[in-house]
């Protein structure tokens, strides 16, 4: 498939859901009530208290842990009465006998300039302590408060089931206005702190955070034609990356930083490159199609392999390939003779599963497989559901949707199968999820 006009197959290729092309349906292996089976969630209750001048940060810090810990969707988050909440020594019994099997406790101390928050994880059913910290945090006034609880949070998650949580995390995406025109915006993954980041008044496309979060990648067009560009997180300063002719677009981060690629035009059609980032050079060449165009590569976690979009079958499919050499092999669903549609991979943290969005009964739906194209799941089923990307604890997606309600961006659990609002009432697309903001 050829990229030209640039506008047109840009916003069909990279921002599906603007149209809904004629394709055949892909009736996929596994559907949503089969992946998703009910399972055991321990019931966890939160208590953080304070003197009496830290009341408010107290209260502060005890919602968003809460929070927090629910969208973690490891626990089922219950409230405690208040003789609970203070009780001293820990009634471990009565706790027990209520079914709560984790307690976080924790007491304010310090200055409301710089409140410090002693943190106790109790094993409620062995009646003992499982972990306990304390951590310094900025004022409740300081726009970096909410990030610093957030910490908190994931080392709750961490001390609780041994694996990372995200809830310090974001997640940037591209805000189409009424006007038709984009930008790139970011919000924390409970929702809250939505910025605005770059303002082109233009066409932007991709955004793609840099494995330690410290930088953004991203399309904006100038004069016509897609370049890519780093933002420096911290200063809010872009430079260029790549603005050869023609095409420059879907730019991704190799896992250890050091390498950027970009699909960029050569010929007719466009092909994938990988840049040295630091400094900036030396294009190598990774994809030959026979025909049609690659490009939204995404690598695997150890660097070795990446996934790609390539329509050399005149449909786009998802291929894996080695970055070095070797062929590439089509993972998504191909039947020969039938049409087919997938696009916007993602590879998981945990190298298990590759996303991508597939046409499956006459709609987007997100769909993961092994990255050798076995074991395929269709995991969503209500609403055109396209472009997931995996957060960093390789259990949860965000991904953009389109309902009756309206367009938003959605956030999968993909063990329970627990679906959250992120942002509704505005086209965002093209989401990326951040690793943890340190």
């Known amino acids: 498939m050829s990229f030209r006009p640039l506008v047109p197959m840009i916003a069909a290729l990279l921002a599906t859901g603007l149209a809904t092309p004629a394709l055949a349906q892909d009736p996929g292996d596994v559907r949503l009530g089969i992946t998703y089976t009910p399972g055991y969630v321990p019931v966890l209750a939160v208590a953080v208290d304070g003197d009496p001048g830290l009341a408010a940060v107290a209260a502060a810090i005890d919602t968003i842990l809460a929070t927090d810990l629910d969208y973690s969707d490891r626990f089922e988050i219950q409230p405690l009465p208040d003789s609970l909440r203070v009780s001293s020594p820990i009634n471990y019994g009565l706790l027990n006998q209520l079914g709560v099997v984790w307690l976080v406790s924790g007491t304010v101390l310090g200055s409301p300039n710089q409140p410090i928050v002693r943190v106790t994880l109790h094993d409620v059913v062995y009646s003992e302590l499982k972990n306990v910290q304390a951590f310094t945090l900025p004022a409740l006034s300081s726009p970096e408060f909410r990030m610093a609880v957030h910490r908190v949070s994931d080392a709750i998650v961490e001390w609780a089931t041994g694996e990372p949580g995200v809830a310090a995390t974001r997640i940037a995406f591209r805000r189409v206005g009424e006007d038709g025109e984009s930008d790139v915006w970011m919000i924390d993954s409970d929702g809250e702190g939505l910025r605005r980041l770059t303002s082109h008044e233009t066409l932007v496309f991709s955004p793609s955070w840099s494995p330690g979060g410290t930088h953004l990648l991203y399309v904006a067009y100038v004069d016509g034609q897609p370049h890519v560009f780093e933002r420096d ?177 959605l956030i999968l659990d993909t063990v329970s199968g627990r679906i959250r609002r992120l942002t509704s009432g505005r086209l965002d697309q093209l989401a990326d999820w951040s690793p943890s903001i340190d």
Request: with cysteine; charged share 20%.
């Open 233 to 409: 997180m911290a200063s809010g300063r872009r430079r260029l990356i790549s603005a050869e002719p023609g095409l420059n677009i879907t730019p991704t981060y190799s896992p250890d930083g050091s390498r950027i690629l970009v699909a960029r035009t050569t010929g007719d059609h466009t092909e994938i490159f990988e840049l040295q980032r630091e400094p900036l050079c030396c294009g190598r060449r990774i994809t030959r199609t026979s025909g049609g165009d690659a490009l939204s590569p995404r690598y695997a976690p150890d660097g070795t392999r990446i996934a790609f979009v390539a329509s050399p079958l005149v449909q786009p499919h998802i291929y894996v390939q080695d970055v070095n050499s070797g062929a590439p092999q089509i993972i998504s669903r191909y039947v020969f003779g039938e049409k087919g549609y997938a696009t916007s991979p993602d590879w998981s943290p945990r190298g298990d599963r590759i996303a991508y969005h597939a046409w499956v009964d006459q709609v987007f739906q997100i769909v993961s497989v092994d990255p050798d194209g076995s074991s395929r799941r269709v995991l969503t089923s209500r609403g055109s559901n396209e472009d997931p990307s995996w957060a960093p604890d390789g259990r949860h997606l965000v991904f953009s949707s389109r309902q009756r309600t309206g367009h938003a961006l």
